[in-house]
C-alpha cells in the first residue's frame, strides 16, 4: 500500500465531532479532483465525543493513540501513514484542505518540508486571537529566524506537508505542542529543503473550548527555541557576564569608583568575580552542548569554529596560568599578612588583592576540568 499511495492527509483529532466530517470530505474532494493516489487518516488521541465514528462512518482509516499531546498523536500518525507525502492539518475546519495543490507541487519538486503562511494567506475575522496573532506568533516567529537563520514567516502554521522518510530521520521527542517548532528547528539544523506557501486560516467550526493554552504553549515553544539554540541561551549571555567581569575588576583594581554618584568599591569587586565564574561557566556549557549536537549531525554553526579554538593544550595552558595568578596573588597575600603579625588588616586593601587571586583560581580550575571534558567527549567521538 505504501508503494501506491503517494500522500497522507493526517488530522490529528481530539473530541472534533462537530468538525471532522466536513474535513474529511473536503480531503476527499481534493485527493478526486486532483487525483492523487492517497488516503486519509485520523490520528484521535482519546476523543469522547464519537469522533472515531464519524471517521470510520466516513470510511477513513483511524489510529488509536493512547498518549495524549498534539504532538503524540502526529508521531503515531506519521508512523502509521502509507503516503510517501504527508500533510497534516487540523480536524477544526481552520484549514480549508480543498487547497493543498500548493503544498503537494512543492513536495513534487523536491522539498522536504512545505509550510504554510497564514499571514500571507491570509487571517479570516475571529480566526485568530489578538495576543496569538499580533504578539505570540509574530514574536517567536522572530526568534526563530534570529536564533537558526531561517526564513519562515510563520512558525506555527498547523498546515504543513512533508516527505515522510525525511522527516522521521530528524527524531522528533515532543509530545505537545512544541511539536511544531520541533519539526522546523530540526528540519533547518539538518539543512532540509523547505518551502513556504501561503495559506488562509478560517474561524474553526467548534462549540468548545480549543486545546491550545497561549501563556502554556508559547512558553513549551520559547522553551524548545531557547534549549536548541545554547548560542542564544548560554554562550552570548555568558559572553556579556564574563566580558562585564573583567572589565569592572580591572577598573575596580586601581581603588575605588566614582559612578552616578555611586561609590563603587570591594562589594562591587566581589560581584565582578561572580559575573566572571558564571559566565565562564555559561560558555562552556554552551560549547558543550554545540559539541554534542554536533555528534548527532545537528550541524550547529558555532560548532567547527569554536572546537578548533578550544584544544585540550590550549585549555591546560591557559587554564595553568589563570592557576599561577591565582597562587601568586594568594600567596603574597599571606606573606604580607604575615609581615604584620597576622594581625588586622585592612579590608579594602587587601579584598583588592584576595578577591582577583581567588577569580583566577577559580576559572583556572574550570578551564582545567573543561578541557578535561572535551577531550573525553571527542575521543569517544574517534
Given at each position: 500500500?505504501?508503494?501506491?499511495?503517494?500522500?497522507?492527509?493526517?488530522?490529528?483529532?481530539?473530541?472534533?465531532?462537530?468538525?471532522?466530517?466536513?474535513?474529511?470530505?473536503?480531503?476527499?474532494?481534493?485527493?478526486?479532483?486532483?487525483?492523487?493516489?492517497?488516503?486519509?487518516?485520523?490520528?484521535?488521541?482519546?476523543?469522547?465525543?464519537?469522533?472515531?465514528?464519524?471517521?470510520?462512518?466516513?470510511?477513513?482509516?483511524?489510529?488509536?493513540?493512547?498518549?495524549?499531546?498534539?504532538?503524540?498523536?502526529?508521531?503515531?500518525?506519521?508512523?502509521?501513514?502509507?503516503?510517501?507525502?504527508?500533510?497534516?492539518?487540523?480536524?477544526?475546519?481552520?484549514?480549508?484542505?480543498?487547497?493543498?495543490?500548493?503544498?503537494?507541487?512543492?513536495?513534487?519538486?523536491?522539498?522536504?518540508?512545505?509550510?504554510?503562511?497564514?499571514?500571507?494567506?491570509?487571517?479570516?475575522?475571529?480566526?485568530?486571537?489578538?495576543?496569538?496573532?499580533?504578539?505570540?506568533?509574530?514574536?517567536?516567529?522572530?526568534?526563530?529566524?534570529?536564533?537558526?537563520?531561517?526564513?519562515?514567516?510563520?512558525?506555527?502554521?498547523?498546515?504543513?506537508?512533508?516527505?515522510?522518510?525525511?522527516?522521521?530521520?530528524?527524531?522528533?521527542?515532543?509530545?505537545?505542542?512544541?511539536?511544531?517548532?520541533?519539526?522546523?528547528?530540526?528540519?533547518?539544523?539538518?539543512?532540509?529543503?523547505?518551502?513556504?506557501?501561503?495559506?488562509?486560516?478560517?474561524?474553526?467550526?467548534?462549540?468548545?473550548?480549543?486545546?491550545?493554552?497561549?501563556?502554556?504553549?508559547?512558553?513549551?515553544?520559547?522553551?524548545?527555541?531557547?534549549?536548541?539554540?545554547?548560542?542564544?541561551?548560554?554562550?552570548?549571555?555568558?559572553?556579556?557576564?564574563?566580558?562585564?567581569?573583567?572589565?569592572?575588576?580591572?577598573?575596580?583594581?586601581?581603588?575605588?569608583?566614582?559612578?552616578?554618584?555611586?561609590?563603587?568599591?570591594?562589594?562591587?569587586?566581589?560581584?565582578?568575580?561572580?559575573?566572571?565564574?558564571?559566565?565562564?561557566?555559561?560558555?562552556?556549557?554552551?560549547?558543550?552542548?554545540?559539541?554534542?549536537?554536533?555528534?548527532?549531525?545537528?550541524?550547529?554553526?558555532?560548532?567547527?569554529?569554536?572546537?578548533?579554538?578550544?584544544?585540550?593544550?590550549?585549555?591546560?595552558?591557559?587554564?595553568?596560568?589563570?592557576?599561577?595568578?591565582?597562587?601568586?596573588?594568594?600567596?603574597?597575600?599571606?606573606?604580607?599578612?604575615?609581615?604584620?603579625?597576622?594581625?588586622?588588616?585592612?579590608?579594602t586593601q587587601m579584598m583588592r588583592l584576595i578577591i582577583p587571586s581567588i577569580t583566577f583560581l577559580m576559572l583556572g580550575m574550570q578551564l582545567l576540568f573543561s578541557s578535561f571534558f572535551m577531550s573525553?567527549?571527542?575521543?569517544?567521538?574517534?
Amino acid at each position: 500500500m505504501k508503494e501506491a499511495c503517494e500522500l497522507t492527509i493526517l488530522m490529528p483529532c481530539l473530541n472534533e465531532a462537530e468538525t471532522l466530517a466536513v474535513c474529511i470530505q473536503k480531503a476527499k474532494q481534493f485527493l478526486d479532483q486532483e487525483q492523487v493516489k492517497g488516503e486519509i487518516l485520523i490520528a484521535d488521541n482519546g476523543s469522547t465525543d464519537g469522533s472515531q465514528d464519524i471517521a470510520m462512518t466516513q470510511g477513513v482509516r483511524v489510529v488509536s493513540v493512547s498518549e495524549r499531546g498534539y504532538g503524540a498523536a502526529l508521531k503515531t500518525g506519521i508512523e502509521a501513514a502509507a503516503g510517501r507525502y504527508v500533510i497534516m492539518g487540523d480536524a477544526d475546519d481552520s484549514y480549508n484542505f480543498l487547497h493543498l495543490k500548493p503544498f503537494l507541487d512543492k513536495l513534487r519538486e523536491g522539498y522536504d518540508l512545505v509550510m504554510g503562511n497564514r499571514f500571507k494567506g491570509g487571517i479570516m475575522q475571529g480566526a485568530m486571537p489578538f495576543k496569538n496573532r499580533f504578539l505570540g506568533n509574530p514574536a517567536l516567529s522572530f526568534l526563530g529566524r534570529l536564533f537558526f537563520n531561517s526564513q519562515l514567516g510563520d512558525f506555527h502554521c498547523g498546515l504543513r506537508g512533508f516527505h515522510r522518510e525525511r522527516l522521521q530521520e530528524l527524531a522528533l521527542q515532543g509530545n505537545g505542542m512544541e511539536f511544531a517548532s520541533e519539526m522546523i528547528v530540526k528540519a533547518t539544523l539538518k539543512q532540509l529543503k523547505i518551502a513556504e506557501v501561503p495559506t488562509q486560516l478560517f474561524p474553526d467550526g467548534r462549540s468548545r473550548k480549543p486545546h491550545l493554552r497561549p501563556w502554556r504553549d508559547g512558553w513549551r515553544h520559547l522553551r524548545l527555541l531557547l534549549l536548541f539554540s545554547p548560542r542564544w541561551l548560554f554562550f552570548y549571555p555568558g559572553l556579556v557576564l564574563f566580558n562585564l567581569g573583567w572589565l569592572s575588576m580591572l577598573l575596580l583594581l586601581l581603588g575605588p569608583l566614582q559612578l552616578a554618584g555611586l561609590n563603587l568599591d570591594i562589594h562591587t569587586l566581589l560581584f565582578s568575580s561572580v559575573f566572571m565564574v558564571v559566565g565562564l561557566q555559561a560558555v562552556s556549557f554552551a560549547v558543550f552542548a554545540q559539541y554534542l549536537a554536533h555528534k548527532q549531525a545537528a550541524h550547529l554553526p558555532l560548532s567547527g569554529k569554536i572546537f578548533k579554538l578550544f584544544t585540550l593544550e590550549r585549555g591546560l595552558i591557559v587554564g595553568l596560568v589563570m592557576v599561577a595568578l591565582g597562587l601568586g596573588g594568594s600567596v603574597y597575600a599571606l606573606w604580607y599578612w604575615a609581615q604584620h603579625a597576622f594581625g588586622a588588616l585592612i579590608p579594602t586593601q587587601m579584598m583588592r588583592l584576595i578577591i582577583p587571586s581567588i577569580t583566577f583560581l577559580m576559572l583556572g580550575m574550570q578551564l582545567l576540568f573543561s578541557s578535561f571534558f572535551m577531550s573525553m567527549l571527542s575521543m569517544d567521538a574517534a
